[in-house]
């Protein structure tokens, strides 16, 4: 599976981004798909999953509230609507694929390029 991931930039504090993952193959259907994002000097974190159908999602504390995710599998594409930015979510967004059981953050088995969001205060 190949993932490109796109829809970054520098948006005001307080605004808002969308997000898109679009992937290549026949398998999309076949994974969990998830955000995660890297900020400067920061290691990798988990942002939110969403099941292969769509119907379930996981989100991480720091975002629960303000960001959604969704797919389209018609369109194997998956994306991530953020709203009320702040500086602090200013990193490099990746998008990933991977098999997600439901009850903890999903481990990646394929990740897409990663894009840019810098949220200017």
């Known amino acids: 599976v190949q993932l490109q991931a796109s829809g970054g930039g520098l948006v005001q504090a307080g605004g808002s981004l969308k997000l898109s993952c679009t992937a290549s193959g026949r398998t999309f259907v076949g994974y969990g798909m998830g955000w995660f994002r890297q900020a400067p000097g920061k290691e990798r974190e988990f942002m939110v999953v969403?099941?292969?159908?769509?119907?379930?999602?996981l989100y991480a504390d720091s975002v629960k509230g303000r960001f959604t995710i969704s797919r389209d599998n018609a369109k194997n594409t998956v994306y991530l609507q953020m709203n009320s930015l702040n500086a602090e979510d200013t990193a490099v967004y990746y998008c990933?694929?991977?098999?997600?059981?439901?009850?903890?953050?999903?481990?990646?088995?394929?990740w897409g390029q990663g894009t840019q969001v810098t949220v200017s205060s």
């Open positions: 969403i099941s292969r159908r769509g119907d379930s999602t």
């Open positions: 990933a694929a991977g098999i997600w059981g439901g009850s903890s953050e999903l481990v990646p088995n394929y």
